[in-house]
């Protein structure tokens, strides 16, 4: 029996662990192009201006990402101008969630006025060469696309008045002075993403 055990041990062991999914800090993300509420393909190229980017992969439906709309606007409304617009991309399967379909997600970017892209992931493979596991779930990226942070937006998902710590600012606000990140990866909390069937 022990060596029977042993055996499927080394088997495991041996077999290796799964190739991983997503990007760590300092890695190089690749761009891509997905379809805006209004219609348009986007991509991080289209911002010849930008000096990172702020994405976040988010939703319509799940309670932690309506928690956390208000500030993801007013991160934009902060950080657009001075050269870190956010992206926002809900990655979620209409299939699983139908408040996620692309028509729900116009309704809800004309309806909270979102002055920032919200791209529709119908692949999922933005979110899976991301990492991305929940909605919202943020990721800070250099001009040249280098992931400088990963995780939470802040400390408090449900209270935004008592957050004590705000790490996509914080990690912003350290690029644009020309400083290293000092928190660079916190766990994200919210819904896990709605994966398509296999």
């Given at each position: 029996m022990k060596t029977t055990f042993l055996i499927m041990l080394f088997a495991l062991l041996w077999a290796g662990s799964p190739a991983k999914?997503?990007?760590?800090?300092?890695?190089?993300?690749?761009?891509?192009?997905?379809?805006?509420?209004?219609?348009?393909?986007?991509?991080?190229?289209?911002?010849?201006?930008?000096k990172g980017f702020i994405v976040v992969f988010d939703c319509n439906t799940c309670p932690y990402s309506k928690a956390y709309n208000e500030r993801i606007i007013a991160l934009?409304?902060?950080?657009?101008?001075l050269g870190f617009p956010v992206i926002a991309i809900n990655p979620n399967d209409p299939a699983q969630s139908r408040g996620d379909s692309f028509d729900e997600m116009v309704k809800v970017a004309k309806k909270k006025g979102y002055d920032f892209p919200y791209l529709v992931?119908?692949?999922?493979?933005?979110a899976k060469s991301f990492g991305a596991t929940n909605t919202p779930h943020a990721f800070v990226?250099?001009?040249?696309?280098?992931?400088?942070?990963?995780?939470?937006?802040?400390?408090?998902?449900?209270?935004p008045q008592e957050a004590t710590k705000h790490y996509v600012e914080d990690a912003v606000n350290a690029l644009l002075a020309g400083?290293?990140?000092?928190?660079?990866?916190?766990?994200?909390?919210?819904?896990?993403?709605?994966?398509?069937?296999a």
């Open positions: 999914e997503g990007y760590e800090i300092g890695d190089t993300a690749a761009d891509f192009k997905l379809k805006n509420v209004d219609g348009k393909m986007v991509s991080l190229a289209d911002f010849k201006d930008a934009n409304k902060k950080y657009a101008s992931d119908e692949s999922q493979s933005v990226l250099t001009k040249e696309l280098k992931v400088a942070y990963i995780g939470a937006i802040d400390d408090n998902a449900r209270k400083k290293p990140v000092t928190t660079t990866k916190v766990k994200a909390i919210g819904c896990g993403i709605k994966w398509k069937n």
